[in-house]
C-alpha cells in the first residue's frame, strides 16, 4: 500500500474512531445497565427472578424475559414507560401485599430512581462484552513498519482516548532503553553491551523491526514465553497436597510449550492439542504430550490411590480432582470463572451448575498419569509386530499350529527343555510339619505345599514354619511369596495395597532336647525390591528395615538365601524359619512356600517361566508327546525369545498428562468408559442430583454449548467437541482472551486487568475496541492466513513496534494527575523483573548461562528419601557451583510445597494456583535474598573474577557495562572506584546487582 | 472523565504505628494491592471492631491428635471395649473399621472446672481453668493433605492463604524490625503438605509464613551471606549498603513519582534491622535457668518443643502478630498420627509437648501477655473409636478438640459435644471455619469483610461460612 494511502486511511480510523468512543464514553454518563442496574436486580430481585427462576412467571436473565408478558399479561418492564411497568409499580407500591421485594426493607429512592431512569430512557441491557460476537472494529490492516503513532491501528486506538482525556504520548525511549525492554520482554535476557551499540548505531529506518524479527527468531523467546504459559496453568512438577510426589514425566509438557511458541503453532491448533490432541491428532505425539496440560494441577495421591477406594474421601476427591481441570481450562482459554457455579448457578455470569458439572463431564474418564507413548515410529513398528506375534502364539484351539511342530523347532525345544528341568530340579519344596503365629493370623497349609494367612490381620506378626527338607544336603533356601485371592490386591501382602515387609528371616537348624542351631544366611538374591527395602535388609538383624515388593504387587516373587555353611546329613534335617513382620500396619505376608536346594554355588532367582503342565509334558519322553503338547512346549519355548527382544527395545517414552491410558497403581485405576458425574448439590458429594452429561457453556450467542451428541462412552469425543466449541470462530472468549494475555505481559497490565476472569466480576477492557480489534486479527490471520507469519508472533510484533510500547516510561505530574495508573498508557509501565529473569540476567552477565535447551528439570535442590512419600528437598547445601544451576530457570524443578527460598522471595508462584498476573512485592526478605542468596554471592565474585586484573577505573566501567549495558558517569566511577578499593570488586558487583536500575525495566 | 485509581485502597495506608509511615512504603506491606482498611488505635488495632488480641500462637498436632485419648472422655468405650459396632461405613481412610478400643490411658477431673483429662496430659491438665475447649470441631475429610489444608486455610485443596498469612493481610506488622508471621516446624521435619500450609498463595509474598528453624545451622534463609562469601565483612556491608543506596537514590532522581523505587530502598533499611532483631528473638541465652528447665530444655524429651515453645514466646515479645509451632513431621513415625500403636505411640508425642505448653502458658501469663495473646492448641482431625490393627486408630475428621485460652477467652469452659464414641459430633459442631471466624473476631476483624479477589471470586479465610463462637468468649 502506498504511503499516501495509509494517511487517509488513518485518517479515517481516526474519525470512526473518535465517533465510537465518544458514543461508548457518552453512555457513561447515563445509566449504565452493569455499572448501575443489575447490582440492584442482583441483590433484590434474582433470588426469587434469576436465571432460572420464574416466580410469578417473571426471569430477568435477559432483555426478551425482562420484556416478556407475565401471568398476569402484565409486563415487567415496557421500555420508556416507566407507569406500565409492573416492576416499578410493585417496587413503590404501599401495599405490602403487592410490594416487592416480599421480604427486607423496600428499596431505597436512589434505587428506585436509577431503576426509573433506566426504563424511561430505553431499558437497555447489553451483552455483557466479553460474550457478543467478535468483529474487528475497523478495517485497515497492519502496517508493517509503522513508524509514526497514526500508522499503526494500535497507537491509533490509544491515541484516540487519550486525545479524549486530553492526554499525549510520552517522548519515544532512548535507544538503550528500548533494547533493554524489548530483550527482557521477548527473551527474558538484557541485550550485551555490544548489542546496545550496534543497535544504537545503526541508521537503517527498519533497525528496530531487525531486532524484533532477530528476537522472535531466538529460540529463547519460547523459554520465554513458555514459562508465562507455565504460570496461567500452574505447571509444576510434583503433586502437591501431603504426597507431595515428584512426576518425573511432566517436563515434555513445557518442552512442548517451548517448541509451541517457537515454531509459532497457530493459537487454535495450541488450545485444540492441549484439550484433546490425543483424540484429535492420532499419530502426532507433540499432540499427546500436549495434554500435559491437563495435569498441571495439584493431585491429591493420598486420597486418590493411598486411602481405601470406598472411602467418602475418595468420591471427594475425584471431583476436586476434575474441578482443577475445569478450572485450568475454562480459566486458561476462555477465561471464564465458571468454577464459580460448583456449588451454586453462577452469581454474576449467566452460567448454571448444570453447566458447570457439564463441563465436569467432558473429563470423566480423565485421571493425570504417566501415559507411554512412541516417540520413534520404526521402534514402534517393531513392538507392534512383537505384539502381534506374541498375542497369536497360543493358536492352539483345536487346530494346532503346524509350523509349531517342525523337527527343527521341536528340536530347539527338546534342548531348552532339558536345561529348564535341570533348574527346575534344583529347589526341593521342603514338608511343613508345624505352623504358628505370634498374633490372630490363621495360617493353613494348602494342596501345593503354600501356606496362606488369613483371620484378623494384625498390625505386626511373627510366623514359624517348622519343616522337614527332603535332601539330605542344604545349601540353599528360598522363599516365595505368592499371590492368592483371597488377599488384598491378590497378594502376596495383607496391607490394603498388597505389600509385606520382612523385616528379619531367621533359620534355624533343630536338634534334640532344644538344643537348637541358628544357621547363618549370606547371599540374599530377590526377583524384585521395593526402593529402599531391599532383600539385604530382611537378614541384616535391624528390625526397623525389611523387604518389601510395592509397587509390584498382584504378582509372585521369590527371594533365596545361600548357607554359609551347607548341611550336609545322614538323615533329614528339621528347620525351623520364623518370619518377623514388624513394620506394623499389616505388612504381613499372606502367601508363601519355601525350598531347599543341595546345589552349592551361586544361586539365582532366575525362574522358569512355566507351569507345572508343562513340567509334565517335559518329563514325557519325547515320542509320547500329543501334537497339541508338542506344540505347547513350541509356545513355551519361543515366548521367551520373543519376550526378550520385546524387552530389548528401548521402552515407549512417558509423559505425565490427562489420559486414560494408563497402568493402575493399587486402586487408582483407568477408567474404561466416562465415569458417571452428577450435578452436586451445594457442591456436596453426599447430595448427587440428576447426572450431568458433556457441554459447555450457552453465553455465547450462536454457539452450541450442549455436547450430549458426543455423550456416548467415548471419551475422546467429549473433549474434541469441547476443544472445537473453544476455538471456534464465533467464540469471541477465547481470541479475546489470548490477545489480552499478550498485551498483558508485554505491557505489564491487560487491557483487561483481571486476565483470568471476563465476566462481570472482573475489569472492564480500558480499550474495548483495541481488545476486540486484536483478538479478531489474530483470528483472522489464522483462519484467513491475513499475515505471513501465524498469529502470536504477527501479534507479538505488532504490539512491540508500536509506538505505544516504545514510549518512555517517565512520569509526567500533569498526566498523573488525569490518570495516576497510567491506565491509557501516555507511558511506558515501568517493571520490576520477575524472578526468572534476575536469575537468567544474573547467569548471563556473569558468563555461566548454560543455554541447552529442553530434557528432564534440573534439580537445584539436594533430594534423599525421608520417612514419608515427599523426599526432604535441600536448598541450603546444593552445590552453588553445580552445573544445574546454570540452565535456564524455566528448566528448574518446581516443587509445589517445598518451593526454593530465592525465587519465592521474587515472587515466583507455587502452582498451587493459577497465576494470570504475578504479585511484585518489595521485601525486607526479598532484599536479603538479593543480598545473600549463594547464588548471587557466587555470580558476583565470577563477575569480579573476569575483569580483577585491569586497572580499577576499567574494573568499574567494565562491570557497570555488563550489569547496566552503559558506561559509569564520573561520579559514579569515583564512589565505585572508592568502594572496589577497600572492599574489592565482586562486593561492588553484588550491589550493583541489588540496585533499581538493574532490577527495574524502564 | 478521570481515571482515579482503581484500587483507591492505597491511599489507606497503615500511616499509624509499628514506624510505617506514609504512602511510599505500601508496598513493603504486601504489594500493589492492600487491604482496605488499615488497624485504628481506637479500635485495640483492630479494623472493623474493638480488637481484644494483638497475637496470636497456634500450636498445631500433625497428624491427627486422638480426641477420646487426651480430652473427651468417653466411658461408653470402656463399656463396650472389644465389641464390633456397626458404625455404617466400610472403610475407615487407611484400614477396615476394627472392634472398639477403649482408650488405655486413665482420665481425671481437674480444676473448678472439673475438665476430664487423660494421663497423657498431666501437665495441660493442671491448667484446664484457663483453657475453652470446642469439643466438637469436624473436618469435611479423612485425609492429612486435604485436613491439614482446611485447618490452615479453610479449603480442602491447595493454593489458598492460611490463617497467619490472612493476619498478615488484615493487620500488617506490629513492628517492622520482624516478620509478622513466623512458623517454627518440629525439627524432626515438616509437617504433611509442607510449605503449602503456612502459604501466602494469591496475597502478596509479604504475608507468606517466614520459616525459621533455631537449632538449624541456617535458621533463616539468607539473613547472612554464605560460608564461601569471605569478602562480606560487616564494614563491607555497612558500605555497601550505603553505596547502593546512593546509587538508588541517584537513579529515583530521574523517576520521581514511582513509589516502588523508594519502597525498595527502605526494604533495604529493614532488612538490615531483621539482620540484627532476628538472632536477638532466637539467642535463648539470656533466658534464667528456671525459665530454661519451666520449658523443658534440660531433657532431651522436651527440648525441641521447647525451645520452640520458648522462642515463640520471645517473638511474641518483640512483635510477631502470629507463630505457628508444629509438633510432629510428615510421615508415618513421630508424630500424632498413631495408626499403628495408641498405647505407645500417643505418651511417647504428646510427652514432648506436655511439659512446654504448660511452661508457655504459664510464662505469657506471668509477663502479663495473657492480656492481648491468643493460644490456640489444635489438630487437622481426630480418630476413630475402633482399632486399627491390634492398638492404632484410623483418622477420623468426625469429631476432634481443640483448644483456646488467653486475651478474650472464657477460660474453664467448653462448647459442643461428641457422641458416646467420640465417633462423631452430636451437639454444636464447630468448624475451621468457626474456629478462624473466632481468632479474627479477637483480633478486631470481621471475617465476612477479610477478602482478596483471586481468579473471579472474592476470597475469604472461612469460604462462606463462619460464626463466631461466643460461648467461649469473656
New interface residues.
Given amino acids: 500500500m502506498p504511503r499516501s494511502t495509509w494517511v487517509v486511511c488513518a485518517v479515517l480510523l481516526l474519525l470512526t474512531l473518535s465517533v465510537r468512543s465518544s458514543h461508548l ?1 457518552g453512555a ?1 454518563s447515563a445509566i449504565r445497565f452493569d455499572h448501575d442496574v443489575r447490582p440492584i436486580l442482583a441483590a433484590r430481585c434474582f433470588k426469587c427472578h434469576g436465571s432460572d427462576k420464574t416466580e410469578g412467571g417473571l426471569t430477568l436473565a435477559d432483555r426478551a424475559s425482562a420484556l416478556a408478558a407475565l401471568e398476569t399479561s402484565k409486563r415487567a418492564v415496557v421500555p420508556g414507560d416507566p407507569a406500565h411497568s409492573e416492576l416499578l409499580q410493585r417496587i413503590t407500591s404501599d401495599d405490602p401485599e403487592y410490594r416487592m421485594p416480599p421480604s427486607g426493607p423496600a428499596l431505597t429512592e436512589q434505587e428506585i430512581e436509577v431503576l426509573r431512569n433506566w426504563i424511561t430512557t430505553g431499558a437497555d441491557w447489553p451483552v455483557h462484552w466479553a460474550w457478543r460476537p467478535l468483529e474487528q472494529p475497523l478495517t485497515g490492516g497492519s502496517a508493517a513498519a509503522p513508524i509514526a503513532w497514526e500508522e499503526s491501528p494500535v497507537d491509533a486506538f490509544i491515541l484516540s482516548v487519550l486525545k479524549e ?1 486530553e492526554l499525549v504520548p510520552s517522548i519515544p525511549a532512548d535507544r538503550r532503553t528500548l533494547l533493554r525492554r524489548v530483550y527482557f520482554d521477548l527473551l527474558g535476557l538484557p541485550p550485551t553491551y555490544a548489542e546496545i551499540v550496534a543497535f544504537a548505531a545503526d541508521i537503517r529506518p527498519d533497525a528496530y523491526q531487525r531486532v524484533v524479527d532477530r528476537l522472535l527468531a531466538n529460540p529463547r523467546y519460547g523459554e520465554r514465553w513458555a514459562r508465562h504459559w507455565m504460570d496461567i496453568v ?1 505447571y509444576a512438577e510434583t503433586h ?5 510426589r515428584p512426576r518425573e514425566h511432566a517436563w515434555r509438557y513445557r518442552d512442548y510449550l517451548i517448541d509451541s511458541f517457537n515454531q509459532d503453532k497457530p493459537y487454535a491448533r495450541f488450545v485444540q492439542e492441549q484439550i484433546a490432541g490425543d483424540a484429535m491428532f492420532p499419530g502426532s505425539t507433540e499432540a499427546i504430550i500436549a495434554t500435559g496440560f491437563l495435569a498441571t494441577g ?1 493431585w ?1 495421591e ?2 486418590l490411590q ?8 475418595r468420591k ?2 475425584r471431583y ?1 480432582d476434575r ?2 481441570i475445569v ?1 485450568t481450562v475454562m ?1 486458561t482459554f476462555a477465561s471464564s ?1 465458571a ?2 457455579a460448583r ?1 451454586h448457578d453462577h452469581k454474576f455470569d449467566p452460567i448454571s451448575q448444570r453447566e458447570y458439572y457439564s463441563l465436569q463431564a467432558v473429563f470423566a474418564a480423565i485421571d493425570k498419569a504417566d501415559r507411554t507413548f512412541e516417540s520413534d515410529p520404526q521402534i514402534a513398528q517393531q513392538r507392534a509386530e512383537l505384539v502381534a506375534a506374541l498375542a497369536s502364539l497360543p493358536a492352539r484351539g483345536k487346530q494346532v499350529d503346524a509350523s509349531l511342530l517342525t523337527n527343527e523347532i521341536q528340536q530347539q525345544a527338546e534342548i531348552w527343555s532339558q536345561g529348564l528341568l535341570q533348574k527346575l530340579d534344583r529347589w526341593v519344596p521342603v514338608r511343613v510339619k508345624q505352623l504358628k503365629s505370634d ?2 493370623t490363621e495360617l493353613k497349609l494348602l494342596e501345593d505345599g503354600s501356606v496362606l494367612a488369613s483371620g ?5 506378626d511373627v510366623y514359624t514354619i517348622e519343616f522337614e527338607t527332603t535332601q539330605r544336603q542344604v545349601s540353599g533356601l528360598r522363599l516365595e511369596v505368592l499371590t492368592h485371592e483371597s488377599l488384598p490386591m491378590n497378594g502376596p501382602g495383607r496391607q ?1 495395597n498388597g505389600n509385606l515387609h520382612l523385616n528379619d528371616l531367621r533359620l534355624w537348624l533343630l536338634g534334640p532336647n532344644d538344643n537348637n542351631t541358628r544357621l547363618k544366611l549370606i547371599k540374599p538374591m530377590a526377583d524384585f525390591n521395593q526402593g529402599g527395602w531391599s532383600i539385604e535388609k530382611s537378614i541384616d538383624g535391624n528390625p526397623a528395615t525389611a523387604w518389601g515388593i510395592h509397587p509390584e504387587v498382584g504378582k509372585p516373587h521369590q527371594a533365596v538365601f545361600s548357607l554359609d555353611t551347607p548341611l550336609d546329613f545322614m538323615t533329614r534335617p528339621t528347620l525351623r524359619v520364623e518370619l518377623h513382620q514388624v513394620h ?3 505388612h504381613l505376608i499372606g502367601c508363601f512356600r519355601f525350598a531347599t536346594t543341595a546345589v552349592p554355588g551361586d544361586l539365582s532367582t532366575e525362574q522358569p517361566p512355566i507351569s507345572p503342565g508343562l513340567i509334565q509334558i517335559i518329563r514325557k519322553p519325547r515320542g509320547h508327546r500329543t501334537d497339541a503338547e508338542k506344540a505347547a512346549l513350541a509356545e513355551a519355548y519361543l515366548k521367551p525369545q520373543l519376550q526378550t527382544e520385546l524387552d530389548s527395545l528401548p521402552p515407549p517414552s512417558m509423559v505425565y498428562c490427562g489420559t486414560n491410558q494408563f497402568t493402575a497403581i493399587g486402586t487408582f485405576r483407568p477408567a474404561e468408559k466416562p465415569r458417571v458425574v452428577n450435578v452436586l448439590h451445594r457442591g456436596d458429594v453426599q447430595q448427587p442430583r440428576e447426572e450431568a452429561l458433556p457441554g459447555a457453556l450457552s453465553v455465547i450467542p450462536g454457539l452450541n454449548g450442549d455436547f450430549s451428541g458426543a455423550s456416548s462412552d467415548n471419551e475422546g469425543h467429549r473433549r474434541v467437541a469441547l476443544a472445537r466449541w473453544m476455538t471456534d470462530p464465533t467464540n469471541g472468549l477465547t481470541w479475546r482472551s489470548i490477545a489480552n494475555r499478550l498485551w498483558h505481559y508485554h505491557f505489564g497490565r491487560g487491557l483487561v ?2 486476565p ?2 471476563f ?1 462481570r ?3 472492564a477492557p480500558t480499550h474495548p475496541q483495541l481488545l476486540d480489534w486484536l483478538a479478531s486479527e489474530m483470528r483472522d490471520v489464522e483462519t484467513q492466513g491475513k499475515a505471513s507469519s501465524s498469529a502470536m508472533k504477527h501479534i507479538h510484533r505488532l504490539l512491540v513496534t508500536s509506538s505505544t510500547y516504545r514510549q518512555s ?3 509526567d ?1 500533569q498526566a ?1 494527575k ?4 497510567n ?2 498508557l501516555w507511558r511506558m509501565h ?1 517493571r ?1 523483573l520477575d524472578a526468572e529473569s534476575i536469575r537468567d540476567a544474573v547467569l548471563l552477565i556473569s558468563g555461566h548461562l548454560n543455554t541447552q535447551m529442553g530434557g528432564q528439570s534440573v534439580r537445584q535442590f539436594n533430594e534423599s528419601p ?3 512419600v ?1 523426599p ?1 528437598v535441600d ?2 547445601n546444593f552445590d ?1 557451583n553445580a552445573p544445574a544451576n546454570h540452565r535456564r530457570s524455566v528448566y528448574r524443578f518446581v516443587f ?4 526454593d ?2 525465587m ?2 521474587l ?1 515466583c508462584p ?1 502452582a ?5 498476573k504475578r ?11 538479593m ?4 547464588l548471587i ?2 555470580q558476583s565474585q565470577w563477575i569480579a573474577a573476569r575483569e580483577h586484573m585491569r586497572p580499577l577505573e576499567d574494573q568499574v566501567k567494565a562491570i557497570y557495562l555488563t550489569i547496566f549495558g552503559r558506561p559509569p558517569a564520573a561520579d ?1 566511577t569515583q ?2 572506584c572508592n ?1 572496589v578499593a ?3 570488586l ?3 558487583c ?3 546487582l ?4 538493574f ?2 525495566i ?1 | ?6 484500587h483507591a485502597r492505597r491511599q489507606f495506608l497503615f500511616q499509624a504505628g509499628g514506624g510505617f509511615g506514609g504512602l511510599a512504603f505500601a ?2 506491606l ?4 492492600l487491604q482496605t482498611e488499615r488497624p485504628l488505635s481506637d479500635l485495640n488495632g483492630g479494623i472493623h471492631h474493638r480488637a481484644k488480641v494483638r497475637r496470636v500462637v497456634q500450636l498445631f498436632m500433625n497428624g491427627g491428635a486422638s480426641q477420646m485419648d487426651t480430652f473427651d472422655h468417653k466411658p461408653q468405650l470402656t463399656k463396650r471395649h472389644g465389641e464390633n459396632i456397626d458404625f455404617g ?8 473399621p ?1 472392634s472398639i478400643m477403649k482408650s488405655p490411658f486413665k482420665f481425671k477431673q481437674y480444676g473448678d472446672s472439673g475438665r476430664w483429662v487423660s494421663s497423657v496430659f498431666p501437665k495441660v491438665a493442671g491448667l484446664v481453668d484457663d483453657l475453652a475447649f470446642l469439643m466438637a470441631m469436624r473436618s ?7 485436613a ?2 482446611l485447618q490452615n486455610t479453610g479449603f ?5 492463604p492460611c490463617t497467619g498469612a490472612w493476619i498478615s493481610y488484615g493487620l500488617g506488622q506490629l513492628s517492622d524490625d520482624v ?1 509478622a508471621f513466623v512458623v517454627l516446624p518440629d525439627p524432626k ?2 509437617p ?5 500450609n503456612f ?1 501466602a ?2 496475597l ?3 504475608h ?1 509464613g ?1 520459616l525459621i528453624k533455631p537449632n538449624a545451622a ?1 535458621p533463616i ?6 560460608e ?2 569471605h ?3 560487616k ?2 556491608e555497612a ?3 550505603e ?2 543506596e ?3 537514590r ?3 532522581e ?5 513509589s ?2 523508594e ?3 527502605r ?2 533499611e ?2 538490615a ?3 540484627v532483631s532476628a538472632p536477638q528473638m532466637l539467642d535463648l541465652a539470656g533466658e534464667t535457668m528456671a525459665t530454661h528447665s519451666a520449658y523443658g530444655l534440660d531433657n532431651e524429651v522436651t527440648a525441641p518443643f521447647g525451645r520452640n515453645c520458648l522462642t515463640a514466646r520471645r517473638m511474641l515479645e518483640r512483635g510477631v502478630r502470629f507463630v505457628q509451632v508444629w509438633s510432629g ?6 508424630n500424632w498420627d498413631n ?3 495408641i498405647p505407645n505411640e500417643l505418651p511417647f508425642i504428646a510427652g514432648q509437648v506436655d511439659q512446654p505448653i504448660a511452661a508457655l502458658l504459664r510464662d505469657l501469663k506471668q509477663r502479663g501477655m495473657f492480656e492481648d495473646t491468643l493460644i490456640v492448641w489444635t489438630t487437622e482431625f481426630g480418630r476413630m473409636p475402633f482399632t ?5 486408630r484410623d483418622h477420623n475428621g468426625g469429631t476432634f478438640v481443640t483448644w483456646l485460652a488467653g486475651a478474650g477467652i472464657k477460660g474453664g469452659t467448653s462448647y459442643g459435644q461428641s457422641d458416646d464414641f467420640a465417633y462423631q459430633t452430636a451437639e454444636n459442631t464447630t468448624w475451621s471455619y468457626d474456629l478462624h471466624a473466632t481468632m479474627l473476631h479477637l483480633l478486631g476483624i470481621d471475617h465476612t469483610r477479610l477478602t482478596y ?5 472474592d476470597r475469604r479465610l472461612t469460604d ?1 461460612h463462619g460464626h463466631v463462637i461466643d460461648a467461649v468468649l469473656a
Fill in positions: 464514553l457513561e482525556q500452574h502437591g497436597h501431603d504426597q507431595d495439584s491429591d493420598s486420597s493411598s486411602i481405601q477406594e470406598d472411602s467418602i474421601d471427594i476427591a476436586i474441578d482443577d478450572t480459566s470463572s468454577h464459580c456449588c498374633n490372630t484378623v490381620a494384625p498390625e505386626k490394603p506394623g500396619m499389616s486487568d483481571t483470568n476472569d465476566g466480576m472482573g475489569s516510561a517517565d512520569n505530574p498523573a488525569i490518570d495516576a495508573e491506565r491509557l515501568r520490576r525421608s520417612n514419608h515427599t526432604n536448598y541450603l552453588v509445589r510445597t517445598l518451593p527460598p530465592f519465592d522471595a515472587d507455587d498451587a494456583q493459577l497465576t494470570p504479585n511484585t512485592s518489595l521485601t525486607a526478605l526479598q532484599a536479603l535474598a543480598l545473600n542468596d549463594k554471592v557466587r559514579e564512589v565505585v568502594y577497600e572492599f574489592g565482586a562486593n561492588a553484588r550491589m550493583l541489588n540496585t533499581n536500575e532490577l527495574f524502564d | 472523565m478521570r481515571y482515579p485509581p482503581e508496598h513493603l504486601g504489594g500493589e494491592e461405613i466400610k472403610a475407615a481412610a487407611t484400614s477396615t476394627g469435611k475429610t479423612n485425609v492429612h493433605g486435604p491439614s489444608y480442602i485443596s491447595p493454593g489458598f516478620p521435619g515438616l504433611y503438605n509442607n510449605g503449602g502459604s498463595a494469591f502478596p509474598a509479604a507468606q517466614v541456617v534463609a539468607n539473613l547472612e551471606p554464605p564461601f562469601a569478602d562480606v565483612t564494614a563491607s558500605a555497601g549498603l553505596l547502593l546512593r546509587l538508588n541517584q537513579h529515583l530521574a523517576r520521581s513519582g514511582d516502588r523505587l519502597s525498595r530502598i526494604s533495604y529493614l532488612a534491622k531483621m539482620q513431621a510428615g510421615g508415618a513415625a513421630q495408626h499403628g500403636d486399627q490393627g491390634s492398638t492404632g479477589r483471586h481468579n473471579g471470586i462462606v
